[in-house]
């Protein structure tokens, strides 16, 4: 009977602690949620639909390496004048 008491006294503490578990996992879901909710509200006031991200993010990255290439061909151009004046 001892035992059966004990092994009851187990099962109780260990449904205790996976309902406590359970609660936690469930606010840390609700609290996910929120953060996801927030953020696609975020990208939609900046003007971006979140469901097409991807084609945004290539579009952004080939614009940022053009941009860089400009800025690097810009800066050849002047680096090059500099070494024209100064060996003058």
């Known amino acids: ?3 059966q008491i004990d092994r009851f006294r ?3 503490d260990n449904l205790k602690n996976l309902s406590e578990k359970k609660i936690r996992l ?8 929120k953060t996801l909710s927030d953020l696609v509200e975020a990208i939609k006031k900046a003007g ?3 469901r097409n991200l991807g084609s945004i993010i290539s579009e ?4 940022l390496t ?6 690097e061909e810009d800066l050849q151009k002047v680096s090059t004048q500099l070494a024209a004046i100064e060996g003058a």
């Not at 053009?66 to 800025?71: K, V």
């Open 26 to 33: 469930e606010e840390q879901l609700k609290t996910k949620k």
């Open 60 to 63: 952004k990255e080939k614009s």
């Open 48 to 50: 971006y639909d979140p």
């Open 1 to 3: 009977m001892k035992d």
């Open 10 to 12: 187990e099962l109780s």
């Open 66 to 71: 053009e941009a860089i290439g400009s800025f």
